[in-house]
């Protein structure tokens, strides 16, 4: 769904003013519902939806996601990480190679390059982290690694 009409003007190329008519209309079962912690002002969804969407609380704490070196999106998109990444952070994510190495992303970015080695994972903060994250950093290299584990038995 897009956030709003302007930005659906924009996706689908139609002028703003259309599609205001349309989703304003009363003619479609629209809402716009604003979600705790989205960035978003807010989602155009069928009014179906809103109510069960507004009962979900939001994550007080995201997950931090370990990402392979041949991530289908950072891997055929290296030159995204240099958008969101500082120098200091391209350095570690990138070393000498054009490639990525394997990262674990927090929010939308990344945090930590880490690496699959004697049925462990090791990583290397690529931010400045405060303990909360490095724990959530830590779980998440467990969980990972014993999936890893569980893929070679097979």
């Not at 996706?11 to 599609?19: E, N």
Request: aromatic residues 12%; positive net charge.
């Amino acid at each position: 769904n897009v956030a709003n009409p302007e930005d659906m003007a924009w996706w689908g190329g139609w002028p703003t003013k259309l599609i205001e008519g349309m989703l304003y209309s009363g003619n479609l079962p629209l809402s716009n519902l604003v979600l705790p912690g989205s960035n978003a002002r807010g989602y155009m969804m069928h009014s179906r939806y809103v109510d069960v969407l507004k009962a979900t609380q939001p994550e007080r704490e995201s997950r931090v996601w370990f990402l392979p070196a041949r991530d289908p999106f950072f891997g055929h998109m290296p030159h995204f990480l240099f958008r969101i990444a500082t120098e200091a952070q391209q350095t570690k994510i990138f070393g000498e190679s054009s490639m990525p190495r394997a990262v674990a992303v927090e929010r939308g970015k990344v945090v930590a390059v880490w690496s699959f080695r004697d049925n462990d994972i090791t990583f290397t903060p690529v931010t400045r982290m405060d303990p909360n994250l490095r724990k959530r950093i830590e779980a998440g290299a467990r969980q990972t690694a014993e999936w890893l584990r569980s893929r070679n038995e097979e």
